[in-house]
């Protein structure tokens, strides 16, 4: 494979013009083409992003024989017929997600991909984010101990305009497929597939999931209390808790620059000296007093140090979507057609595991209606 990868993107929305800005920090990947409904809008995307070409429709775009991958950057409804289109005219695809709508359509995307031997991957771009990396290592490194709870939200504020694909049931939207994804896709990775599955949500007047909030519960005793919302603020990290201590990526979660690491002592520790317990009861006193609390703030980064609690940062230029450019161009350049990292097997579980809450809401998409009719 040659040194440079060149990129085409199919879809100029706002995503799009996000992950073009990347292109300049991610080594040997240039964006090489863009391809949209129209071809006005197509070159001025080019313009502003410096790609050399730009086509009317992926038709188009799929006829240049330098473009080695492209980026599907369309909404949900459209993943499948794009990804399709890509594979078949063999071009390594990185699929912006949700994957797909539904696991059906995931399961053919990635049935075509591994039949025509073609790279294809979801664009999951947190598992590449260097504090989400660092997590994992030290949770696979037993740093904090079993894993035991992660909680974790994703919920900010979107305006209801006619434009706004969120709230249109047509376009895939919702919480669940828009936010509720990058949630469920972090514990799969850390945790794997549960053994039980629970789910609420708040549909509203287009018929999307406007809140939504997961439990996922595994066999090993791990409990994911998860929430995504399109209408409020939330906190936006995540929180990992293991026996030993526990990890925070500071928000935005999805694109972390910042981990707090603390390490405690084992619950079996604790309970073993009926000594100790009587002095934490007296120190718990003691902390509690005006004077006591004060001095506490004026004393937290020694006291934080001192409980063995640490702020790891993780700075990066950009938007943080090199990090999963920079992983295909090395697939790519190693002859894979898929990543270790974000292999098609998460993607299909993690679409499972959708379909399972979307099932207990009742909330299905005009599209998957039309597949039951074709069969």
């Not at 063995?308 to 993780?314: N, V």
Request: aromatic share 8%; hydrophobic share 40%.
């Amino acid at each position: 494979m040659k040194s440079v990868i060149r990129w085409g993107i199919w879809g100029t929305g706002a995503i799009a013009h996000s992950v073009a800005s990347d292109f300049r920090m991610a080594n040997g990947a240039l964006l090489h083409a863009v391809a949209s409904r129209t071809e006005e809008r197509a070159k001025e995307f080019a313009s502003e992003h410096r790609a050399a070409r730009w086509y009317e429709g992926l038709d188009s775009l799929l006829k240049d024989t330098e473009v080695d991958v492209v980026y599907v950057a369309t909404p949900n409804h459209r993943h499948l017929e794009d990804c399709l289109a890509c594979i078949r005219a063999g071009k390594s695809v990185l699929c912006e997600k949700p994957f797909a709508l539904n696991l059906a359509q995931a399961q053919l995307i990635a049935n075509a991909a591994r039949l025509h031997k073609v790279f294809c991957m979801e664009a999951m771009w947190t598992r590449f984010i260097p504090a989400v990396i660092e997590a994992k290592r030290c949770i696979d490194a037993g740093d904090i101990g079993p894993l035991r709870l992660i909680q974790g939200n994703f919920a900010y504020p979107t305006p209801r305009g006619n434009e706004s694909r969120l709230f249109d049931i047509k376009l895939g939207g919702g919480a669940l497929l828009d936010r509720g994804v990058y949630l469920v896709s972090l514990v799969q990775h850390l945790l794997g597939v549960p053994d039980l599955i629970r789910g609420a949500t708040v549909l509203g007047p287009t018929g999307v999931d406007e809140q939504s909030s997961y439990q996922l519960v595994f066999a090993g005793g791990a409990l994911a209390d998860l929430a995504a919302s399109l209408l409020v603020r939330g906190t936006n990290d995540f929180l990992i808790c293991g026996e030993r201590g526990s990890l925070r990526l500071y928000e935005p979660f999805f694109c972390a620059h910042r981990m707090v690491v603390q390490s405690y002592a084992y619950q079996e520790d604790v309970q073993r000296d009926s000594t100790k317990r009587g002095a934490r009861k007296l120190v718990q006193r003691l902390r509690n007093k005006p004077t006591v609390k004060a001095l506490r703030r004026r004393l937290g980064p020694l006291l934080e140090v001192l409980h063995r609690k640490w702020i790891r940062s993780f700075p990066f230029a950009g938007n943080g979507y090199q990090f999963e450019l920079m992983e295909v161009n090395r697939c790519l350049r190693e002859g894979r057609i898929e990543s270790a990292i974000m292999p098609l097997n998460d993607s299909l579980e993690v679409m499972r595991l959708m379909d399972a809450l979307r099932s207990q809401w009742g909330l299905v998409y005009p599209q998957e209606c039309a597949e039951l009719q074709n069969q």
